[in-house]
């Protein structure tokens, strides 16, 4: 090989790679300039919202404290039959689908009982 190929071959190499940088160059100028675009964008659209609340009207701790939770044992009200009569319509109903339940001890796990779902136990006896 003589030198004029090995130089036409080092032109086109740069070449190549100039075109390569001059790509990434671009690339990079277009993302960066999205991402100024889309911080605009933002700040634009949070100038349009409503400014936040003020600490004097953030929610406050009713003056007794905090409400606690309270646990108790519910039991189902039934609706009751209306066997000879009208029909009960739903104004004349309860507002709740359980009420307190006259026992208010918590049932525990009797020693003997299944454990869980598809344990294999023997299950309550």
Do not use: C
């Not at 004349?92 to 009982?113: E, F, V, Y």
């Amino acid at each position: 090989m003589s030198t004029t190929t090995f130089v036409a071959a080092a032109q086109a190499a740069t070449s190549s790679e100039v075109l390569n940088v001059i790509a990434a160059f671009a690339g990079g100028l277009f993302i960066a300039g999205a991402l100024v675009w889309a911080v605009q964008f933002g700040m634009r659209v949070m100038d349009r919202e409503l400014p936040h609340p003020s600490p004097e009207e953030q929610p406050r701790l009713p003056v007794g404290g905090a409400v606690h939770e309270v646990r108790e044992m519910r039991e189902p009200d039934e609706v009751p039959h209306a066997e000879g009569r009208e029909r009960l319509m739903p104004y004349q109903l309860h507002h709740s689908a359980t009420r307190t339940g006259k026992d208010q001890r918590r049932r525990r796990w009797l020693p003997g009982s299944s454990g869980s779902f598809g344990s294999g136990g023997l299950g309550h006896v």
